[in-house]
């Protein structure tokens, strides 16, 4: 397919099983073949790099077979290839290219190793003139520095010492780190200059040692592998879901409402693209994580960012892409080796996302972008220089209400085959929310009830759940401080919301949870952080078509980040408790004004002082107060707020 023209996308949320991580997935592959013993990878990644090292390995002689489409199973060939003369095509896998490289050089056979056009002009002259030093006898077949290369037999040199430079690419270091073991000799890595990329080298050493080998580090300038170390099978080994690919997700979440929830990396990960979670965060996005999961959702206009991004020199691709959603101007440092991936993705990045309608300010190791002040060109033409990661991270602009084309989307295949398939199956419809926060008796029940009704929307009285949450911790005796009993509770109470009644179980309590005992255990249980993490998906649910309207504390803040109104209703302490007063007078309730005064007083102060989404209007919520206002006056101001507003997928400034 020569393009793919995305439509504009309302809305994104759903949840992804990550395909396996490109890094640890062609690490894996190298050290079960090079190990002693049968290794069973589960969830390897099946594209275009991986296919690329298990072709290679075959050619050398290394036995492997697919069991289900994301289980191989490996023979290693315990430090020796059987085949010693060969010519492997490496495609643009710089992670099949350098491992193999170094491992190959210390193999004493005869090699070629030729790539595309764009491999051979990656350098690899550090990797090479490292294993040079330990008596690999390398030539460069094309240009001096850069693959293709031919590798013959050597007489290697146990000196114990060599010297690579750390600030190109960290895959030199990786590469060299991973052939070690087969010297047998102890041998120290001296990293000359700043080592970029660090979390990768993590994951080397990390799957080093799952292998049996153990890397002993000082800072991340020295590292020995200890002479008589050998890779050794785990067994059965799990292959994480790449994080890197997490990142248009995440992202998409963050700018298309959300909540996109990616499954297979998480709190666990030993990936150091995870990071991008913290960013995205940054940027405004709402972060939940779990051992192996993440989750975002978000305001869909981020906040810019200045930062330094070598940390996650790949996801940070996606965060120059998000920059186009967050009106001014978003810096991205030290990214030097973007020059030599998959293209020079600095320049890359810039020309695309000018064409935009950004401004783009590109050095040699940083790019600056400042969003369009009204809103994405239209129509662009993305090229996407056989990267990947260039066609992943444009498919976001979709989200700008506006159309994009990906030229050659079939790029994509180097990590992720399926991946437009993944990404457009999260579309959704639009479903508008407004959000109605405020402090106690300022009248968001009634006031959103009855906009509801107007609108025919869906009606969510979040406070309700809270209040449930208390009246049944009082029936079951948990105690206000005991927060994992009240998490359970939480997570297993039983609601029927009816016609403006409300059922717990099969009794009817639209009036017990009104009472002064249960507002004030209310506020109690509504401090915790696990409880109203237990809440959370339920009051999302509440969002259907037509629409929703939803009032609470942290309906625009944290349930709602996306909602298109939001709204901060409020009224003086007195006039709150005169209203409070007149209300449990008609229902019959007894009342005393000045209890209820230092009530609201004593649950505005719990709920605005607590840590746990405190009650405070956000930066784009409008005040409304109403003091002074009648019922229909407010409600009227809030219709005209929600006609006026824009609909979804606003970019921009
Ligand atoms: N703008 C208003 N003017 C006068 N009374 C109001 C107004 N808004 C609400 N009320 C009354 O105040 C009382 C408390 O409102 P409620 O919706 O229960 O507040 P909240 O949900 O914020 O606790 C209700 O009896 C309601 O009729
Ligand atoms: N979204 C929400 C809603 C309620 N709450 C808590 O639940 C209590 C009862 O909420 P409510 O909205 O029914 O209370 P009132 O405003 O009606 O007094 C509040 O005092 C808050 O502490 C919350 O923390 N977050």
Redesign the pocket.
């Known amino acids: 397919m020569e393009y793919l023209d995305l439509e504009p996308i309302a809305r994104m949320a759903g949840s992804v099983v990550l395909p396996g991580s490109k890094s640890i997935s062609n690490r894996t592959l190298l050290l079960a073949a090079l190990a002693e013993g049968v290794t069973e990878i589960k969830g390897l990644l099946d594209s275009d790099d991986t296919r690329v090292m298990l072709k290679a390995l075959r050619h050398l002689g290394v036995a492997w077979e697919w069991g289900g489409s994301r289980d191989c199973r490996v023979t290693g060939v315990a430090g020796r290839f059987p085949v010693q003369e060969a010519e492997l095509f490496l495609g643009n896998a710089g992670t099949a290219f350098r491992p193999l490289t170094a491992v190959l050089a210390l193999s004493q056979g005869r090699y070629r190793l030729v790539g595309v056009p764009r491999m051979h002009e990656r350098p690899i002259g550090d990797l090479v003139e490292a294993l040079r030093q330990l008596g690999a006898r390398i030539d460069y077949l094309g240009q001096e520095g850069y693959p293709p290369l031919a590798i013959h037999e050597a007489r290697l040199k146990a000196h114990g010492r060599v010297r690579i430079r750390g600030n190109v690419s960290s895959q030199f270091l990786t590469a060299l780190l991973m052939a070690l073991p087969l010297i047998g000799k102890t041998t120290t890595v001296e990293v000359v200059g700043e080592l970029i990329s660090k979390p990768y080298v993590e994951i080397t050493l990390n799957l080093m040692r799952r292998f049996g080998v153990e890397v002993v580090r000082d800072g991340w300038q020295l590292f020995r592998v200890v002479g008589g170390s050998r890779y050794q099978s785990p067994g059965v080994i799990h292959v994480e879901g790449d994080a890197s690919s997490a990142s248009y997700f995440l992202a998409a979440g963050a700018i298309g409402g959300g909540p996109v929830r990616v499954l297979g990396v998480g709190r666990d990960s030993i990936q150091g693209d995870i990071r991008f979670a913290d960013t995205l965060a940054q940027m405004g996005a709402l972060i939940r994580m779990g051992p192996d999961w993440v989750e975002a959702c978000g305001p869909r206009r981020l906040k810019p960012l200045d930062a330094d991004l070598n940390h996650i020199p790949d996801a940070a691709m996606t965060v120059a892409v998000a920059a186009l959603f967050a009106p001014g101007t978003t810096t991205i440092r030290n990214i030097g080796s973007w020059r030599v991936k998959e293209t020079d993705r600095i320049a890359a990045m810039a020309a695309e996302l000018r064409k935009l309608g950004a401004t783009v300010e590109e050095g040699p190791d940083f790019l600056r972008i400042t969003s369009p002040a009204h809103g994405l060109t239209a129509g662009a033409v993305i090229e996407t220089y056989d990267d990947h990661r260039m066609a992943m991270c444009f498919s976001l602009v979709a989200l700008g209400g506006v159309p994009v084309r990906i030229l050659d989307p079939g790029c994509v295949a180097k990590t992720f085959p399926n991946y437009f398939e993944v990404f457009l199956g999260l579309r959704q419809p639009d479903v508008p929310v407004i959000a109605i926060d405020g402090?106690?008796?300022s009248g968001?029940?009634t006031v959103a009830q009855r906009v509801a009704e107007r609108l025919g929307f869906h009606y969510l009285?979040?406070?309700?759940l809270?209040?449930l949450v208390a009246l049944a911790a009082l029936r079951a005796g948990v105690a206000w401080d005991d927060e994992a009993g009240l998490e359970r509770l939480a997570q297993e109470l039983k609601v029927r919301f009816d016609a403006g009644r409300v059922w717990l179980g099969d009794e009817e309590v639209t009036d017990a949870i009104r009472s002064e005992e249960v507002?004030r255990g209310?506020?109690s249980v509504?401090q915790w952080p696990a409880v109203r993490e237990a809440l959370l998906d339920r009051q999302r649910a509440f969002r259907q078509p037509p629409g929703l309207v939803a009032?609470?504390?942290?309906?625009g803040s944290v349930?709602f980040p996306d909602a298109r109104v939001k709204i901060f209703l409020t009224a003086s302490p007195e006039v709150r408790a005169q209203r409070r007063y007149k209300q449990l007078m008609e229902k019959g309730m007894s009342a005393n004004i000045q209890t209820l005064l230092q009530d609201i007083r004593a649950?505005d102060a719990?709920?605005s002082q607590r840590s746990a989404?405190p009650l405070q209007k956000c930066a784009d919520a409008s005040l409304l107060d109403t003091s002074d206002l009648t019922i229909d006056q407010a409600v009227e101001a809030v219709l005209k707020q929600y006609r006026a507003s824009s609909g979804p997928g606003v970019a921009g400034g």
């Open positions: 402090p106690s008796a968001k029940g009285d979040s406070g309700a809270y209040r507002s209310a506020s509504a009032d609470g504390r942290d309906m349930v649950r719990r709920d989404a």
